[in-house]
Each structure stands twice: as C-alpha cells, then as structure tokens.
Nanobody, 125 residues
Framework: DVQLQASGGGLVQAGGSLRLSCEVS????????ISWFRQAPGKEREGVSC????????HYVDSVKGRFTISRDNAKNRVYLQMNSLKSEDTAVYYC??????????????????WGKGTQVTVSS
C-alpha cells in the first residue's frame, strides 16, 4: 500500500519556523513529483509547493515564496518543507501528495495520485 505521512506540525509564534516532513512508503520517489498542500478552516485546499522527481525543479505559490523551501531525499523516501517567517495566515492543515511523473510548475498540483494524512500548523500572532 502507498502511504504518505506528514509530520512536524505544531504551534509556533509568528516569525518562527517549522520543518515539515513527508515520509513516503510503497512507491519509489524516483518517479513521483511531491507536493505540499494546505487547507485552512473555511477555505479550499491550495497547493503550496512542489518538487519534481529528481529534485531539480521546484514551484512555490506566491504567498510563500522566499519563506518556504522544499527539498527531498529520495534515498530516505522523504520530502521536507522548511517554513520560515511564519505568518498567522499560514495556519492550516498541511498535506503531502504524490503525482506520477516530473513536474516543477503549477501543474504539479493537479492529477494527484496519492494523498497523505495532514499535520496541523498553527501560527499565533
């Protein structure tokens, strides 16, 4: 079975940092683009960042550019999202997802093949 498990969320003050981790099992990351999504209360889920299968291409939504960094370690089957300078509007449940193929642009957020369970990020102002 394919499983994606996000972890690393928590409560942090505005301006602080968190590092999310997505552990993937049941598939080879060599063939999948991994994305991070988030969903805030009362809002639709949105794509935040993605990294292609080789790690050579990344995409970020405008609201997190310069603050978030996505990276991956295929040998460890993990993808990370380093979140710095957090704002209250970053509060959401964060999910990782896998999309077969290589995508380093906004198309990485569509036609997702597998979803993981989320991790709550709460930023207090």
């Amino acid at each position: 079975d394919v499983q994606l498990q996000a972890s690393g969320g928590g409560l942090v003050q505005a301006g602080g940092s968190l590092r999310l981790s997505c552990e993937v099992s049941g598939l080879s990351l060599d063939y999948y683009t991994i994305s991070w999504f988030r969903q805030a209360p009362g809002k639709e889920r949105e794509g935040v960042s993605c990294i292609n299968n080789s790690g050579g291409r990344t995409h970020y939504v405008d609201s997190v550019k310069g603050r978030f960094t996505i990276s991956r370690d295929n040998a460890k089957n993990r993808v990370y999202l380093q979140m710095n300078s957090l704002k209250s509007e970053d509060t959401a449940v964060y999910y990782c997802a896998a999309r077969r193929g290589s995508s380093g642009n906004s198309y990485c957020y569509i036609r997702v093949n597998y979803w993981g369970k989320g991790t709550q990020v709460t930023v207090s102002s």
